[in-house]
Nanobody, 113 residues
Framework: QEQLVESGGGLVQPGGSLRLSCAAS????????MGWYRQAPGKQREFVAH???????NYADSVKGRFTISRDNAKNTMYLQMNSLKPEDTAVYYC???????WGQGTQVTVSS
């Protein structure tokens, strides 16, 4: 059974950084496009970034230049490096397997002084 487990969330001040991880099991991780999404309180879930099995990336305009998505296929893990964080980045961040449409349980990121 496929499993996606996010970690690395927390409380950070504006301008700070966090690195999220998404550990995958139960699927052939290396061939799938994987993505990060987020949902802020009272808002719909939105796309943040995705990365193909070959390493091609795409980002939402709101995070371009600040966030970097990457993956380590040997470790079945995807990452999201988040720099220059803003209060509007506060949300629950989810990882998703774009092929199977399987989602992780989410990790909370709070950007506040």
């Amino acid at each position: 059974q496929e499993q996606l487990v996010e970690s690395g969330g927390g409380l950070v001040q504006p301008g700070g950084s966090l690195r999220l991880s998404c550990a995958a099991s139960g699927s052939i991780f290396s061939i799938y496009t994987m993505g990060w999404y987020r949902q802020a309180p009272g808002k719909q879930r939105e796309f943040v970034a995705h990365i193909t099995g070959g390493g091609s990336t795409n980002y939402a305009d709101s995070v371009k230049g600040r966030f970097t998505i990457s993956r380590d296929n040997a470790k079945n893990t995807m990452y999201l490096q988040m720099n220059s964080l803003k209060p509007e980045d506060t949300a629950v961040y989810y990882c998703r397997n774009s092929y199977t449409d399987y989602w992780g349980q989410g990790t909370q990121v709070t950007v506040s002084s």
